[in-house]
């Protein structure tokens, strides 16, 4: 059922999840804080997202989160404040999220994931993380996540069309 990830552009969890949507071919976009800046320097151009008129990566978060039919939350070990900021912002616009937990197995989250996306009906994604989570390791973890995702709905779904 999903046609189109969103997500703000920053490194790991989020740019992982826009790499998967672009590889196996799915919609892609979202909102990025105002200068397309990150905590690694610049959102490359490649990502084509939206600027918020503030520099407060709060903004942009909680337009991904109205933006979407409902958020997955990336998290390595243990949950932190920003889940706090995704419960908010997700009770404020009635929207579902689901925490992913890293550190499980790639498998079995996908097939978690799968059930939340298809009960929730699920077209457009927004994927996040908190900052503490932006490294390589995590990055790779999310796109394997997400890649096993997509190409299920790729196979599955291939006869029916999405218009944004």
């Given at each position: 059922?999903?046609?189109?990830?969103?997500s703000?552009g920053?490194?790991?969890?989020?740019?992982?999840?826009?790499?998967?949507?672009?590889?196996?071919?799915?919609?892609t976009?979202?909102?990025?804080?105002?200068?397309?800046?990150?905590?690694?320097?610049?959102?490359?151009?490649?990502?084509?997202?939206?600027?918020?008129?503030?520099?407060?990566p709060?903004?942009?978060?909680?337009?991904n989160?109205?933006?979407?039919?409902?958020t997955l939350?990336?998290?390595?070990?243990?949950?932190n404040?920003?889940?706090?900021?995704i419960?908010?912002?997700?009770?404020k616009?009635?929207?579902p999220?689901?925490?992913v937990?890293?550190?499980?197995?790639?498998?079995?989250?996908?097939?978690?994931?799968?059930?939340?996306?298809?009960?929730?009906k699920?077209?457009?994604?927004?994927?996040?993380?908190?900052?503490?989570?932006?490294?390589?390791?995590?990055?790779?973890?999310?796109?394997?996540?997400?890649?096993?995702?997509?190409?299920?709905y790729?196979?599955?779904?291939?006869?029916?069309?999405?218009?944004?």
């Open positions: 059922m999903v046609r189109k990830i969103i703000g920053q490194p790991g969890c989020e740019r992982a999840a826009l790499d998967a949507a672009m590889k196996n071919g799915f919609k976009g979202g909102w990025c804080v105002r200068g397309k800046r990150c905590v690694d320097g610049a959102i490359p151009p490649r990502y084509e997202l939206k600027e918020t008129a503030s520099t407060e709060a903004q942009k978060t909680e337009l989160i109205r933006d979407a039919n409902g939350v990336f998290y390595e070990g243990k949950q404040g920003f889940t706090h900021i419960n908010e912002y997700s009770v616009h009635k929207k999220y689901l925490l937990n890293l550190q499980n197995d790639a498998v079995e989250e996908k097939e978690i994931i799968k059930v939340w996306t298809d009960a929730n699920i077209i457009t994604l927004n994927v996040t993380g908190s900052e503490e989570n932006y490294n390589e390791e995590n990055y790779k973890r999310t796109l394997t996540i997400l890649n096993k995702l997509l190409v299920d790729k196979i599955n779904d291939a006869e029916e069309e999405y218009n944004d």
